[in-house]
């Protein structure tokens, strides 16, 4: 049995591992979202007001959540599916301060104030749904599905020429983006006993897009690597203290310049596979 | 060789690890990051100072206290790990902090569950202490109940009859302050809110209050309520007295302090409040203990200081009353007896005489009105009589 | 009525600091399709810049603004260089990102050195206020009024007028074709990073006057409502930009008069992915390369 320590730090890393995949699926197809705090919003909040006012159980509350967050994934997938990559970007964002302040306003979701009262994450619980949710993006890489995915990714005419349908794939990586993001939201309000709108705003969206970025942007791996990572660097870079986050925005400039596709990319990966097939 | 300090380590060890037998451990959570840092940074200086006069008069049953310190950089995604480290790996006796209301929302509920006595300095938002019973407790009074009986007098001295409030809708406290505090008191004392059903609000952060002045100016109020924290009050003010209005300005206990006073300059002079922190509190006691923090930090006290330091004070108090082993094989009682020794307590430190409800875990401490003369605050304590 | 014209007053006002602010923005993204997230940090680092001389020097305003200015085209150049020059354009996020980081940095770092709190930004031109009919004007609004307008003529006079000015329109078109035709393209684009955040310096002087006071935290705030603006009056469109900031500045001072400002953030940014939708070209057409 685990100290409750380590037990708290290994939801937080699950949790955030959830986040990344969720982005993950979205950024798959190309479209960078700069708002998926929104979608953690909705998994959070419709997961929190089952058990609370409810008395749910946290599995059923917390796939509610990504269910009503994937709806809204859907529905924001659909309108930008025209829009080029800048404007997907502040649509997305846009999208995000909406959610926040739509929370804000209403009074039965805690409004300013927040929802409280929510308890019971247990670290066996969370390691099983980023375990499926690993199965699943390894699945998906593997399959036609992630393939159409990637070709999207690259070069949307020519996907669209070989007959792929873009606009499905497209919706599609949205919905189920938004459906894990959702699910890390519900798992998070849980381990923290506490949300409130400002948790989901613009900081949360730029997190959950750094855990991507930073553990490499092509591969699914990639994300997990950076959500575990990133989750870990607060607890071990402690005694930097005031200087924690100068270092990560300067962590992020070096990054960008040196190597921008993240930490793992499809050249390392395969290098990985050659040298383990050994 | 290496057999030879491996050895020596071991011979080492129990001396070791006797003397952190009789180091109380304190954890302490702030943050010097954020909105708020400034909330933390006190908070550190506070609780290190107390710690020290502490020790330096031999510490509590001959024991000396020990602050184990975080700082969680104004990020509540790091508080459930500190609070769990604390709890159980660096097994604290007791926790105090953190800096704010919502880090509290996070910091209270976890350490009640895992059974450590919690004590907030600076959470001033109301009802947060009610699901987090029997282990949190703050000292620091929560805005509605310090105000009440404060601006109530006030108001009949100025003979007040109608006032309009201006309220952050994105601070949980002054929302609170704004739509319910603050109409409840004036429908009480029969004084006319003239922004009763079309509220004038503003967001925390806003750069411009420009147009909400406007508006204010438009309803040609008595007097002028500021429900938002002490940075955005001063600036609402700098834009009222700019737009030419002369009314009273009035405002909670939260706007005691520096922020307030230095940056709304000539613009808030003759603004009342309420208060419960007596910087001049000519009581020696406290005095003394005042001019011990400020010879330990080199500035005058604040609140967030003088409250950091009592609250050292109160776990000293709490360990040495309580019976207190610090044996590890007894943590959890002897975190039961700080925490039923807390239920109750007096002290009579920095901050003057104050007391803590048994049943609530609120501080009760004496009101004061606060009035910025001469570009100073200046306190004078009134009766308090029951809201 | 009184109360809609002094409202009307403050919604330009507000409107023109807003409208600064997107033209700083726009320029960066016209040429380059960079959304640069250390704009708003840049105008806030000059505004503390600015503070800083105007205390140090007993109230003069011209020396604030110069040293405001000047702090704002080094961060300028500082953005070119961390996020520009030397990263890689083929993973097209890297550069937005990288500007993430700086704004990291830069707002830090002010936290840092200037502390958390507010800090009052005194008028350099006392409180002496102006009655206008039923409106109330302060002396300093009408500097800072004048200086918005001399800045967007000058804009616009460069842009039509200069060489430079024809550069910067050519690279924004097309980065392959200008440099087929001569143009200088890499110190094009590095001269306009440097307006840009000598816009930026200027927009952060004049805000922190009409707001009398500053935090290390009004950077994203200011960037959000130049952002709106920008995408109002057209991406990438210098004019749209003044016309679209001006308004953003209209709605917000008459959505909080005359509604709620709860509702403040909702309808800004409804409005924001409502354009984007429905007229992605802003009011005043587009200009900037679509990227495939």
């Given at each position: 049995m685990l100290s409750v320590f380590a037990d708290s730090i290994i939801i937080g890393a699950g949790i955030n591992i959830l986040l990344a995949l969720g982005l993950y699926f979205t950024l798959a197809t190309g479209q960078f979202s700069v708002g998926h705090g929104g979608f953690m919003a909705i998994g959070a909040y419709t997961a929190s007001i089952l058990t609370?006012?409810?008395?749910?159980g946290l599995i059923s509350a917390v796939l509610c959540g990504a269910v009503a967050a994937s709806v809204i994934g859907v529905l924001i997938g659909l309108p930008v599916l025209r829009f080029s990559h800048l404007y997907l970007a502040m649509a997305t964002f846009g999208f995000g301060e909406i959610v926040r302040a739509a929370f804000s306003v209403n009074d039965y979701a805690g409004g300013v104030g927040g929802l409280r009262g929510m308890q019971g994450t247990t670290a066996p619980l969370v390691l099983g749904f980023v375990t499926l949710a690993i199965v699943f993006s390894w699945l998906h890489a593997r399959s036609r599905w992630g393939l159409a995915c990637d070709a999207i990714r690259q070069d949307e005419d020519a996907a669209s020429a070989m007959g792929i349908d873009v606009r499905l794939n497209k919706v599609l990586a949205f919905g189920v983006g938004a459906a894990l993001t959702g699910i890390g939201g519900g798992l998070y309000a849980h381990h923290f006993f506490f949300i409130d709108?400002?948790?989901?705003?613009l900081q949360m969206s730029v997190a959950i897009i750094l855990f991507v970025i930073f553990g490499g942007i092509e591969t699914f791996w990639g994300a997990v690597l950076g959500a575990i990572v990133l989750s870990l660097l607060p607890d071990l870079f402690?005694?930097?203290?005031?200087?924690y986050l100068f270092m990560y925005g300067l962590l992020f400039v070096l990054l960008m310049i040196f190597?921008?596709?993240?930490?793992?990319?499809r050249r390392l990966l395969r290098a990985l596979r050659a040298r383990l097939s050994r | 060789m290496t057999r030879f300090y491996a050895v020596a380590l071991l011979a080492l060890l129990p001396g070791v690890a006797a003397a952190q037998a009789q180091e109380l451990k304190i954890g302490v959570i702030y943050t010097v990051?954020?909105?708020?840092?400034s909330y933390g940074k006190k908070g550190f200086q506070g609780v290190r100072a107390a710690a020290e006069d502490i020790n330096a008069r031999g510490g509590v049953n001959g024991m000396k206290l020990k602050l184990v310190e975080y700082d969680n950089?104004?990020?509540?995604?790091?508080l459930p790990n500190i609070v769990r480290q604390l709890a159980t790996?660096?097994?604290?006796?007791a926790i105090i902090g953190p800096n704010t209301s919502g880090e509290a929302e996070i910091v209270f509920p976890i350490a009640n569950q895992l059974k450590v006595p919690v004590l907030g300095?600076?959470?001033?938002?109301?009802?947060?202490?009610t699901k987090n019973r029997p282990w949190a407790f703050r000292n620091v009074m929560p805005d509605d109940l310090n105000t009440g009986p404060v601006i109530a007098q006030v108001v009949k001295e100025k003979n007040i009859k109608k006032v309009a409030v201006i309220m952050d809708v994105k601070d949980p406290v002054s929302k609170y302050m704004g739509s319910f505090f603050w109409p409840g008191l004036f429908d009480k004392v029969g004084v006319q809110n003239l922004?009763?059903?079309?509220a004038v609000t503003f967001q925390s952060g806003?750069?411009?209050?420009a147009a909400q002045v406007s508006k204010l100016k438009s309803l040609n109020p008595d007097a002028v309520v500021l429900a938002a924290s002490p940075g955005d009050a001063a600036k609402i003010a700098i834009e009222i007295r700019r737009q030419g209005m002369k009314q009273q300005l009035l405002g909670s206990g939260?706007?005691?302090?520096?922020e307030f006073l230095k940056s709304g300059?000539?613009?808030?002079?003759g603004a009342i409040t309420a208060a419960?922190?007596?910087?001049?509190?000519?009581d020696p006691k406290a005095h003394a203990y005042l001019m011990a923090l400020e010879k330990r930090t080199g500035e005058p006290p604040v609140l967030h200081d003088a409250y950091a330091y009592d609250a050292v004070l109160a776990m000293a108090e709490a360990v040495g009353k309580g019976?207190?082993?610090?044996?590890p094989q007894y943590l959890a009682m002897d975190r039961e007896r700080i925490r039923d020794a807390l239920d109750g307590i007096r002290v009579a430190g920095a901050s003057g005489a104050w007391s803590l409800d048994p049943k609530t875990g609120e501080v009760e401490r004496p009101m004061m009105k606060a009035l910025i003369s001469g570009g100073k605050w200046q306190l004078t304590p009134i009766s308090t009589s029951s809201q | 009525m009184d109360l809609l014209l002094q409202q009307l007053y403050n919604g330009v006002l507000i409107g023109s600091t807003y409208a600064l602010v997107a033209l700083g923005f726009t320029l960066v993204l016209g040429t380059?399709?960079?959304?640069?997230?250390?704009h708003g940090e840049t105008i806030m680092f000059s505004a503390y810049a600015g503070l800083l001389a105007l205390l140090a020097s007993g109230g003069s305003l011209p020396l604030a603004m110069a040293i405001a200015v000047a702090t704002g085209a080094l961060l300028g150049t500082a953005v070119y260089l961390g996020?520009?020059?030397?990263?890689?354009?083929?993973?097209?996020t890297a550069p937005a990102l990288s500007t993430v980081g700086i704004a990291l940095i830069l707002q830090t770092g002010a936290t840092r050195l200037w502390g958390t709190e507010q800090r009052a930004v005194p008028d350099p031109l006392g409180d002496a206020n102006l009655q206008l009919g039923p409106i109330s004007v302060g002396l300093s609004h009408l500097v800072i009024l004048g200086v918005t307008v001399v800045l967007m003529l000058g804009l616009h006079l460069l842009l039509k007028r200069t060489r430079l000015g024809k550069a910067m329109r050519a690279v924004a078109e097309n980065h392959v074709t200008a440099a087929l035709l001569g143009v200088p393209v890499e110190r094009t684009i590095a001269l306009t990073f440097l307006i840009s955040g000598i816009l930026a310096g200027a927009a952060g002087a004049l805000t922190s006057l009409v707001y009398h006071t500053i935090t290390p935290f009004i950077g994203l705030n200011i960037l959000l409502k130049g952002m709106t603006g920008m995408v109002i009056g057209g991406l990438g469109n210098v004019y749209g930009a003044m016309f679209g900031g001006v308004l953003v500045g209209m709605l917000e001072v008459l959505a909080v008069g005359y509604?709620?400002?709860?509702?403040q953030d909702v309808l800004v940014f409804a409005a924001l992915i409502a354009v984007l939708m429905?007229?992605?070209?802003?009011f005043f057409g587009i200009q900037v390369r679509d990227r495939a």
């Amino acid at each position: 049995m685990l100290s409750v320590f380590a037990d708290s730090i290994i939801i937080g890393a699950g949790i955030n591992i959830l986040l990344a995949l969720g982005l993950y699926f979205t950024l798959a197809t190309g479209q960078f979202s700069v708002g998926h705090g929104g979608f953690m919003a909705i998994g959070a909040y419709t997961a929190s007001i089952l058990t609370v006012n409810f008395g749910w159980g946290l599995i059923s509350a917390v796939l509610c959540g990504a269910v009503a967050a994937s709806v809204i994934g859907v529905l924001i997938g659909l309108p930008v599916l025209r829009f080029s990559h800048l404007y997907l970007a502040m649509a997305t964002f846009g999208f995000g301060e909406i959610v926040r302040a739509a929370f804000s306003v209403n009074d039965y979701a805690g409004g300013v104030g927040g929802l409280r009262g929510m308890q019971g994450t247990t670290a066996p619980l969370v390691l099983g749904f980023v375990t499926l949710a690993i199965v699943f993006s390894w699945l998906h890489a593997r399959s036609r599905w992630g393939l159409a995915c990637d070709a999207i990714r690259q070069d949307e005419d020519a996907a669209s020429a070989m007959g792929i349908d873009v606009r499905l794939n497209k919706v599609l990586a949205f919905g189920v983006g938004a459906a894990l993001t959702g699910i890390g939201g519900g798992l998070y309000a849980h381990h923290f006993f506490f949300i409130d709108p400002p948790t989901f705003g613009l900081q949360m969206s730029v997190a959950i897009i750094l855990f991507v970025i930073f553990g490499g942007i092509e591969t699914f791996w990639g994300a997990v690597l950076g959500a575990i990572v990133l989750s870990l660097l607060p607890d071990l870079f402690r005694f930097l203290k005031d200087w924690y986050l100068f270092m990560y925005g300067l962590l992020f400039v070096l990054l960008m310049i040196f190597r921008p596709q993240g930490v793992i990319d499809r050249r390392l990966l395969r290098a990985l596979r050659a040298r383990l097939s050994r | 060789m290496t057999r030879f300090y491996a050895v020596a380590l071991l011979a080492l060890l129990p001396g070791v690890a006797a003397a952190q037998a009789q180091e109380l451990k304190i954890g302490v959570i702030y943050t010097v990051d954020g909105a708020w840092g400034s909330y933390g940074k006190k908070g550190f200086q506070g609780v290190r100072a107390a710690a020290e006069d502490i020790n330096a008069r031999g510490g509590v049953n001959g024991m000396k206290l020990k602050l184990v310190e975080y700082d969680n950089r104004a990020s509540p995604g790091e508080l459930p790990n500190i609070v769990r480290q604390l709890a159980t790996v660096d097994n604290v006796l007791a926790i105090i902090g953190p800096n704010t209301s919502g880090e509290a929302e996070i910091v209270f509920p976890i350490a009640n569950q895992l059974k450590v006595p919690v004590l907030g300095t600076s959470v001033a938002k109301g009802g947060i202490l009610t699901k987090n019973r029997p282990w949190a407790f703050r000292n620091v009074m929560p805005d509605d109940l310090n105000t009440g009986p404060v601006i109530a007098q006030v108001v009949k001295e100025k003979n007040i009859k109608k006032v309009a409030v201006i309220m952050d809708v994105k601070d949980p406290v002054s929302k609170y302050m704004g739509s319910f505090f603050w109409p409840g008191l004036f429908d009480k004392v029969g004084v006319q809110n003239l922004t009763k059903t079309d509220a004038v609000t503003f967001q925390s952060g806003d750069p411009s209050v420009a147009a909400q002045v406007s508006k204010l100016k438009s309803l040609n109020p008595d007097a002028v309520v500021l429900a938002a924290s002490p940075g955005d009050a001063a600036k609402i003010a700098i834009e009222i007295r700019r737009q030419g209005m002369k009314q009273q300005l009035l405002g909670s206990g939260a706007l005691v302090g520096d922020e307030f006073l230095k940056s709304g300059g000539n613009a808030v002079e003759g603004a009342i409040t309420a208060a419960q922190f007596w910087r001049e509190n000519p009581d020696p006691k406290a005095h003394a203990y005042l001019m011990a923090l400020e010879k330990r930090t080199g500035e005058p006290p604040v609140l967030h200081d003088a409250y950091a330091y009592d609250a050292v004070l109160a776990m000293a108090e709490a360990v040495g009353k309580g019976g207190v082993t610090n044996k590890p094989q007894y943590l959890a009682m002897d975190r039961e007896r700080i925490r039923d020794a807390l239920d109750g307590i007096r002290v009579a430190g920095a901050s003057g005489a104050w007391s803590l409800d048994p049943k609530t875990g609120e501080v009760e401490r004496p009101m004061m009105k606060a009035l910025i003369s001469g570009g100073k605050w200046q306190l004078t304590p009134i009766s308090t009589s029951s809201q | 009525m009184d109360l809609l014209l002094q409202q009307l007053y403050n919604g330009v006002l507000i409107g023109s600091t807003y409208a600064l602010v997107a033209l700083g923005f726009t320029l960066v993204l016209g040429t380059l399709d960079l959304l640069n997230f250390a704009h708003g940090e840049t105008i806030m680092f000059s505004a503390y810049a600015g503070l800083l001389a105007l205390l140090a020097s007993g109230g003069s305003l011209p020396l604030a603004m110069a040293i405001a200015v000047a702090t704002g085209a080094l961060l300028g150049t500082a953005v070119y260089l961390g996020s520009f020059r030397f990263v890689s354009k083929k993973y097209w996020t890297a550069p937005a990102l990288s500007t993430v980081g700086i704004a990291l940095i830069l707002q830090t770092g002010a936290t840092r050195l200037w502390g958390t709190e507010q800090r009052a930004v005194p008028d350099p031109l006392g409180d002496a206020n102006l009655q206008l009919g039923p409106i109330s004007v302060g002396l300093s609004h009408l500097v800072i009024l004048g200086v918005t307008v001399v800045l967007m003529l000058g804009l616009h006079l460069l842009l039509k007028r200069t060489r430079l000015g024809k550069a910067m329109r050519a690279v924004a078109e097309n980065h392959v074709t200008a440099a087929l035709l001569g143009v200088p393209v890499e110190r094009t684009i590095a001269l306009t990073f440097l307006i840009s955040g000598i816009l930026a310096g200027a927009a952060g002087a004049l805000t922190s006057l009409v707001y009398h006071t500053i935090t290390p935290f009004i950077g994203l705030n200011i960037l959000l409502k130049g952002m709106t603006g920008m995408v109002i009056g057209g991406l990438g469109n210098v004019y749209g930009a003044m016309f679209g900031g001006v308004l953003v500045g209209m709605l917000e001072v008459l959505a909080v008069g005359y509604l709620s400002s709860s509702y403040q953030d909702v309808l800004v940014f409804a409005a924001l992915i409502a354009v984007l939708m429905f007229k992605p070209a802003g009011f005043f057409g587009i200009q900037v390369r679509d990227r495939a």
